[in-house]
Nanobody, 117 residues
Framework: QVQLVESGGGLVQVGGSLRLSCAAS????????INWFRQAPGKEREFVAA????????DYADSVKGRFTISRDNVNKMVYLQMNSLKPEDTAVYYC??????????WGQGTQVKVSS
């Protein structure tokens, strides 16, 4: 019932910005926390950021803290990831996921972000 669709990825220069979007649907979606994960070639998937629909609490990986901002729009069921001061190390496929960050229940198909060096 829950569907997540990411968009907004692309190619950006070092120091630039991108805004990723996650469009969510499902009658019980409000019960889930929403997360962003990323996976670079040859590396394991890593947690990026999370937000709670009910409480508005946020959590960030140390590697992106101060540069990335996760936000939500409950009316339109949208989640955003504003990425500033991008580094080559941020290059990865970014995934939107619903559920606890240790084991999400639903995943989007991902959107690619590439930061040129």
């Amino acid at each position: 019932q829950v569907q997540l669709v990411e968009s907004g990825g692309g190619l950006v220069q070092v120091g630039g910005s991108l805004r990723l979007s996650c469009a969510a649907s499902g009658l019980t979606f409000r019960l889930y926390s929403i997360n962003w994960f990323r996976q670079a070639p040859g590396k394991e998937r890593e947690f990026v950021a999370a937000i709670s629909w009910s409480g508005g609490n946020t959590d960030y990986a140390d590697s992106v803290k101060g540069r990335f901002t996760i936000s939500r729009d409950n009316v339109n069921k949208m989640v955003y990831l504003q990425m500033n001061s991008l580094k080559p190390e941020d290059t990865a496929v970014y995934y939107c996921a619903a559920g606890p960050k240790v084991d999400p229940d639903y995943w989007g198909q991902g959107t690619q972000v590439k930061v040129s060096s």
